[in-house]
């Protein structure tokens, strides 16, 4: 299978209807697609109805196609929502349109343009796994799971309020209607969840009854004589226990991208940070590159950073002068690095307009590009109370969160905490045993020839930075928590000779006595994923995102997703093989399955 999952093949016809060429069927009616859809699924589902007294309601849909049925839904979601509910939309696509064709086919319904306008920028990326957008202003969040039906669902773990069922025609599009994916529906919906479909053909209808849906005939649309509501079990548990307050320790860019995560959901966060001037803190250095981890093979880790990736880059370009997204040069340093960067450009797992191969040693990743840290963390935590004071405990009281400060005073109570400080996670939680310290020196300096237009990467790497040259970095065992480790010009050294591996031109013109330089600690772990969940063992309404190692820039936005729904009870944005490998209690399981204790 390719690592690339395929296009849509479509063709529109002289009136201006949408097929799929595959399927020999239209995208949705020929009458109207938006009256059906807000026929066929929206009163099929009972909305607006069914959301109304919801903090947050889960729709779960079956073809995403141009995406008609979710901004019909958009539509509807804004005209109803009630203040400060949260809607998601989980989406599976198996043949990604491209955004110039659903564009196109939204122009037949002019009066829902501005919701196009957004949803047409911020379309999905042709990848496999789960991918998730925001539009916070709405309160709309939607989750693209691009990948084969069945198993696209199989990886999830949510519980569905209602389904659109919008394959196309079940004779001629099968694998959206098979048992499997009937099974798959009944174990993602939420008791009473109803389900709409345009379809009343046999295997819809036995498939749904055989797990459990009663089913309902209603006049279908246009020339369907016929459609199909159904629902699962009887009333919908009402009720929905969402925090309102939130302790945030750390301002890095961990703590701060859990900051806006909650913010997003109307939750009211309190951050402390003892660095508040970023002196000392990873998350401090003056230029972070945003860039892919791939992988070869289809792991749960590949799916993971591809998936963080795209998360990231969602989310900085939304960020202005924040994001420089001038593209990013991966470079091969032997000839093992080189096999893999042409394996990669051979067989991607990013569409062309993430990657190209601009020569056989080397790999371009077109979006990525440089962040300026300082911005990205004001522009995270607007709208958090900040208190730069450092937090010695946390306590869970009568079901209240107390965090305390140097002096034992209580500093703040909140529904729940959540532990982000990097290295001084350790003081937190056991959790921190398993993670280890890496200092890390930055360089920069003048050099006598043109700087690179993009950063160059691989192993080490650099960037232009005003009118210098940055590179970097070093990698230190290092107590996690030690002092800040020092600027040395050992460390310069060891950066301008790891930057001969991947620019030697420019290596050769740095004069050492005049670069200066950054030193922090990177928090890692024994394998290389971040740490991030709830922390049951400690109590309810405790979490921790930890562990960011050399790629926090790139990883804490999807991180933050995760902690934040898990925190809400709602839809986590990653599959549930992927979660697991991110959890807070892997390493004590494998470790209790090895029979060995955990590390002093
Ligand atoms: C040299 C170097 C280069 C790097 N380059 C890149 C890169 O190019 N791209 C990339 O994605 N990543 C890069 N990284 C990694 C990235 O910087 C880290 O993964 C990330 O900054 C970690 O963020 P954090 O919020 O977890 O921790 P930190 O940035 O360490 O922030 C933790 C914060 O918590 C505060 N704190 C700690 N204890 C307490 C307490 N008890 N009370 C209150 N506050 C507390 C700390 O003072 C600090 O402000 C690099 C790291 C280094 C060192
Ligand atoms: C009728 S169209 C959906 C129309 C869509 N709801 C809209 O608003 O435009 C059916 C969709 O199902 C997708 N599809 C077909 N077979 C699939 C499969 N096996 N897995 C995932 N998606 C599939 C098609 O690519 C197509 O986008």
Known sequence: MSRLPPLANTH???????????????????????????????????????????????????????????????????????????????????????????????????????????????????????????FPDDGLCITFLIGPCEDALSRMDFAADCWFLDGFAPSRNPQMWEEGVFAQIARLSAPGARLGTYSVAGVVKAGLRNVGFTLNRLPGFGSKRQRLEAHLGEEPNAIQKRPKTAIVIGGGIGGSSVAAALMRRGIAVDLFDDDYCARTKASGNPVALIMPRLDRADTREARFFRAAYLMALANYQQMGTAFDPSGIREVSLDAESAERLNNLASDPPLPPS???????????????????????????????????????????????????????????????????????????????????????????????????????????????????????????????????????????????????????????TIDLDRASGRAAIRATTPDQLPIVGALTADGAGKFILCGLGSRGFTTAFLNAEIIASQACGEPCPVEAQVALALAPDRFAKRAAKRGKAKPN
Not at 100 to 126: C, V
Request: glycine fraction near 10%; charged fraction near 20%.
């Open 12 to 134: 529109i016809d002289d009136s201006g209807m949408i097929h799929g060429d595959d399927f020999n069927d239209t995208y949705f009616s020929r009458e109207n697609g938006l009256d059906e859809s807000r026929l066929v699924f929206l009163q099929g589902c009972g909305l607006p109805q069914a959301w109304a007294g919801r903090s947050h309601f889960v729709i779960g849909e079956l073809g995403f196609g141009t995406g008609l049925n979710v901004l019909a839904t958009w539509d509807l979601w804004k005209k109803t929502r009630q203040d400060g509910a949260i809607l998601h939309i989980i989406t599976v696509e198996g043949f990604l349109l491209e955004a110039k064709q659903a564009k196109h086919a939204h122009e037949n319904w002019p009066e829902l343009k501005a919701l196009s306008d957004q949803l047409i920028a911020q379309w999905p990326t042709r990848a496999y796994g789960a991918q998730r957008i925001w």
């Open 354 to 508: 993430h990657l190209a191969q601009p020569d056989v040693t080397s790999l371009m990743h077109l979006q990525g590009g440089l962040v300026f840290p300082d911005l990205v963390l004001k522009h995270l935590k607007t709208g958090a109370t900040i208190h730069p004071v450092a937090i010695v405990a946390v306590e869970q009281h009568e079901g209240l969160w107390h965090a305390c400060g140097p002096n034992g005073d209580v500093v703040a109570k909140a529904d729940i905490c959540v532990i982000a400080n990097g290295p001084g996670a350790v003081a937190f939680s056991d959790v921190g045993d398993y993670m280890r310290g890496r200092a890390g020196q930055l360089s920069w300096s003048q050099v006598d020839r043109d700087l690179p237009t993009a950063p160059l990467s691989g192993g080490a790497y650099c960037a232009p930075f005003h009118d210098k040259l940055i590179f970097g970095a070093t990698f230190e065992p290092i107590d996690l928590d030690g002092p800040t480790p020092q600027v040395t010009r050992t460390a310069n050294v060891k950066n301008r000779d790891m930057l001969a591996g991947i620019a030697p031109e420019l290596a050769r």
